[in-house]
């Protein structure tokens, strides 16, 4: 979730097409699989996910939730589990019943490992390969389960920095899982905190596809501020579909402090080309994003103005979803367990929200969008000062504007307006306000700040979307 970025424009995207082989299973599995890069059911049936993430692992107790998100509409609920290494483990019990209420209210099952959010950048993050030696654990209550249950195996599994590797770690995940005996469709996340504004997903898809001896593995990428035009998120998933590779939108919501999504464009989007969606999330968000909540405190007769949007607006669940052909057709192989449901009390701790940093990478300016930043020290004090910083667009206009500067000397910002400022280490980004991102050609607007610590004049840089 977060990181402002704009590199997703259409002009630049035309220079990174990417070349995909795709080959089509032999015949229909025992569970989903995939054919000319749709999702089908196990009984063949083309399966368009509409559904909630729901944070399962923190709040085990809310198993209510299950039947509520199905009751509104919902074909689709992808739960958020923990190894262990960063949080309190879900036990292979605790997942069986898990997927008994699944399938108890006619839901398919995304199970993911929240563990790996982050990492290369989250010092607390694991690695995929940690992540599956976690499926591995539950291979017993999950074998059998193909046609109800979908295995995402990590949750943006990497930050910012070291996602080069994300092809080749993603694919000896998945031939790992596979040579270890699961047949399941298989989710993988983007890296970049699972926004891929490098790329890097995109345009090694086909590696990862090719890598899969079945043949079954399901692309997901999460729709935050980085996909906040029509263009931006139609050039991303069309280019899946051009590629005949399946996608899915596995995160997204309707406002982020990264930036705006366009969440009507991805909704209608999915819609008209058949590609599921999932969004984040259904109660219990903290962190400064408690606004992604759905339902308030869990209670579905009490749904947010996201809750609305998603559930019963244009391009919603209750208006799209269709419940997967294998509950229609076929009743479910296990029933609901008659035990009272885990009643593990939620972490005193505030659950993360799965957002990524505050930090913003570099990014790669859309073609003609260019921006200039003028810093400049306007007052000081003994132990403080206030600086001003104005931002030009170039010769295009210009839809939203970062910028960033590096402190000399521990200087640290105590306030600041007219932009939402950021900071990692002595590295300071602000980013526009909803009101000042949108410059015609030549226009300025200006962020202002007071900080701590000794007045300078670092140079600013200024990227714009």
């Known amino acids: ?80 589990l923990s190894s262990g290494d960063r949080w309190t483990q879900n036990s292979p019990s605790d997942v069986a019943n898990v997927i008994s209420l699944c399938k108890a209210n006619r839901l398919i099952c995304v199970l993911e490992v929240h563990d790996t959010t982050g990492y290369g950048e989250e010092g607390a993050a694991i ?13 017993s209550v999950l074998t059998g389960q193909e046609a109800y249950t ?65 043949k079954n593995t399901l692309f997901s990428i999460h729709m935050y501020g980085v996909f906040d035009t029509a263009a931006e998120v139609t050039d991303y998933l069309g280019r899946f579909r051009t590629a005949g590779l399946p996608i899915a939108v596995g995160e997204f919501g309707f406002d982020h402090s990264d930036g705006n999504p366009d969440e009507d464009t991805i909704m209608s989007y999915s819609q008209a080309n058949g590609i599921g969606y999932l969004g984040w999330s259904w109660s219990g968000n903290s962190g400064g994003v408690e606004y992604l909540d759905m339902a308030t405190n869990f209670n579905k007769n009490q749904l947010t103005s996201w809750g609305e949007r998603i559930f019963n607006g244009a391009n919603g669940i209750k208006q799209t979803a269709k419940v997967a052909s294998v509950y229609s057709s076929t009743p479910p192989t296990t029933t609901p367990p008659t035990t009272t449901p885990p009643t593990t009390t939620p972490p005193t701790t505030t659950p993360p929200t799965t957002a990524p940093p505050t930090t913003a990478p570099p990014t790669t300016p859309p073609a003609g969008r260019t921006c200039t930043a003028t810093y400049t020290l306007t007052n000081q004090w003994p132990g403080g000062f206030q600086g001003d910083v104005k931002v030009t667009a170039g010769s295009s206009a210009i839809t939203g504007w970062t910028v960033t500067w590096t402190w000399p000397g521990g200087q640290q910002i105590t306030n600041s307006w007219n932009a939402t400022v950021t900071v990692s280490g002595s590295t300071v980004t602000a980013r526009n306000a909803a009101y000042n991102g949108s410059l015609g050609a030549g226009a300025s607007t200006s962020l202002g700040f007071t900080a701590s610590g000794t007045g300078v004049s670092p140079t600013a840089s200024c990227t714009a979307s």
């Open 1 to 80: 979730m977060r990181t402002r970025l704009s590199a997703l424009a259409a002009g630049l995207l035309a220079l990174f097409a990417a070349v995909f082989v795709i080959v089509q299973p032999a015949q229909a599995a025992a569970g989903f699989y995939i054919s000319g890069g749709k999702l089908m059911d196990a009984n063949g049936n083309a399966f368009v996910m509409r559904g909630v993430n729901h944070a399962h692992t923190w709040y085990p107790q809310q198993t209510g939730s299950f039947a509520d998100i199905a009751s509104l509409g919902a074909n689709t609920v992808r739960v958020v």
């Open 127 to 139: 690695t995929l390969d940690r992540a599956v030696d976690y499926w591995l654990t539950l291979k």
């Open 150 to 214: 979908i295995i995402n195996i990590g949750n943006e599994p990497y930050g910012n920095q070291g996602y080069s590797t994300w092809a080749t770690d993603t694919a000896n995940a998945v031939k790992r899982l596979r040579s270890n005996g699961f047949n399941h469709t298989i989710m993988v996340d983007a890296p970049n905190w699972g926004q891929d504004w490098t790329f890097t997903m995109r345009d090694n898809a086909s590696t990862v596809w090719n890598a899969d001896p079945n």
